[in-house]
């Protein structure tokens, strides 16, 4: 049992290009999340989705895009990487809704040049 | 919106006992509880869904105070095991979804 799994675990971009970073769950946990992790800001939300069609932003959402077109996969897009962009994401899951307890995959760690 | 931990950061020696608040100035549903150790994904620890309600996880406890909008975890006869950050989050309900908005941590650090 695999649980959260996210790739690549690191990743240097430079400045305008684009990428993806995957996030896969094999608990079929209908609730997922997309998290940002920097220095002295704890955890942030940037998009979450309570099941496949369906996405809603959080806290910091620009720059960002989601899709959810199975309950396994939860890839989150950056359209044009920035400098500011840099930072540890955290993919998370849960059961139903936020009022479960959370399994965190094991972060990517994105540098933006 | 984002839950208010105190203290930021708290430094014990093995065997002595600390307690971590987390409030909000929004109304709480719900408060999680996380620890997160460096360089690894945070790890859950519980979740506390009644008001006043009070769960343990070995010698971590935690209450929560719907009223003043609390919730405080209780870490005793800490081990060197304990150390890392802690996170509380609160669910924040929108519309027909709820999501989960954690604090800014609180960094414990146990000595020998």
């Known amino acids: 049992n695999a649980g959260v799994t996210q790739t690549p675990k690191f990743q240097v971009l430079k400045t305008g290009q684009s990428m993806t970073l995957q996030c896969a769950q094999d608990?079929?946990?209908?609730?997922m999340s997309w998290y940002r992790q920097d220095p002295g800001m704890g955890l942030r939300l940037i998009h979450y989705s309570v099941g496949a069609g369906i996405t809603d932003q959080g806290e910091v959402p620009n720059g960002y895009n989601v899709s959810r077109s199975t309950t396994e996969d939860f890839p989150l897009r950056l359209l044009s990487a920035a400098p500011s962009q840099t930072s540890v994401y955290f993919c998370?899951?849960?059961?139903?809704?936020?009022?479960?307890?959370?399994?965190f995959g094991s972060g990517t760690r994105l540098t933006v040049v | 919106q984002q839950p208010v931990q105190s203290p930021q950061a708290v430094i014990l020696r093995e065997g002595e006992d600390a307690v971590i608040n987390c409030s909000s100035s929004k109304a709480l549903y719900s408060v999680h509880w996380y620890r997160q150790k460096h360089g690894e994904a945070p790890v859950f620890l519980m979740i506390?869904?009644?008001?006043?309600e009070q769960k343990g996880h070995e010698k971590i406890s935690a209450s929560f105070n719907e009223k003043k909008q609390q919730s405080s975890l209780y870490l005793t006869a800490s081990q060197l095991s304990y150390s890392g950050t802690y996170f509380c989050g609160t669910v924040v309900y929108g519309g027909a979804t709820n999501k989960l908005i954690f604090g800014t941590g609180t960094l414990l650090a146990v000595q020998p």
């Open positions: 608990m079929n946990h209908e609730y």
């Open positions: 998370a899951s849960s059961f139903y809704s936020a009022n479960y307890g959370y399994t």
């Open positions: 506390l869904l009644k008001g006043g």
